[in-house]
């Protein structure tokens, strides 16, 4: 597939960039050789082969969900200058 420079420019104009006629030119040629490559590969046959989730199929090790420190709640609510049932009581920030 190949692009005119008004393809370029349109394309630019939709991803609001600004393009000059020489960068236009130069992307021209870059967006084409990236077409002709996607083009290319649609032609192979992957008719046998299985979709992939993760090209290397790895699995990811989870460690056991385990409490590793008691609950130090009152220790905390103790540190507080205002508490009520077990809550933290703040001074009202928004009106």
């Known amino acids: 597939m190949s692009l005119d420079k008004q393809d370029v420019q349109k394309i630019a104009h939709l991803a609001r960039l600004s ?22 590969m649609q032609t192979v046959d992957t008719s046998g082969v299985e979709p992939l989730s993760h090209p290397l199929e790895a699995k990811q090790r989870l460690r056991d969900d385990q409490v590793t420190e008691e609950n130090r709640r009152d220790a905390f ?16 920030v928004i009106d």
């Open 77 to 92: 609510l103790a540190n507080a200058p205002q508490t009520e049932a077990g809550l933290f009581l703040v001074p009202k």
């Open 19 to 40: 393009l000059d006629d020489n960068d236009a030119e130069q992307y021209q040629h870059s967006l084409t050789s990236i077409l002709d490559l996607v083009e290319q």
